[in-house]
């Protein structure tokens, strides 16, 4: 088992910016895809974005494509979620999540959640 801790949300204007940050505990890390998730106020948990092991693929739902950038560095246990030109319908609680496969972390393959962390964007 792998834990994770995110970090880095908060309260931002919309068209701002924030970076969350992911941090993971155990040896599996590197394996594994990565992905983040995010679930809004009575909604349930949505797909934002995944990584592959390696770092080389990546994808996101269609509604971040070209804002959001999602990155990891093996060596530091880091992942990391760049969200520039934030919007109010991106206001939810974010996870990351590891996935039992190397090459993607969709719903259905996701073995550890972090606790969240809130991102909340004004108007």
């Known amino acids: 088992q792998v834990q994770l801790v995110e970090s880095g949300g908060g309260l931002v204007q919309a068209g701002g910016s924030l970076r969350l940050s992911c941090a993971a505990s155990g040896r599996t890390f590197s394996g594994s895809a990565m992905g983040w998730f995010r679930q809004a106020p009575g909604k349930e948990r949505l797909f934002v974005a995944d990584?592959?092991?390696?770092?080389?693929?990546?994808d996101y739902v269609d509604s971040v494509k070209g804002r959001f950038t999602i990155s990891r560095d093996n060596a530091k246990n880091m992942v990391y979620l760049q969200m520039n030109g934030l919007k109010p319908e991106d206001t939810a609680v974010y996870y990351c999540?590891?996935?039992?496969?190397?090459?993607?972390?969709?719903?259905?393959?996701?073995?550890?959640w972090g606790q969240g962390t809130q991102v909340t964007v004004s108007s």
């Open positions: 990584i592959s092991w390696n770092g080389i693929g990546t």
């Open positions: 999540a590891r996935s039992r496969y190397s090459g993607s972390a969709d719903g259905k393959s996701i073995v550890d």
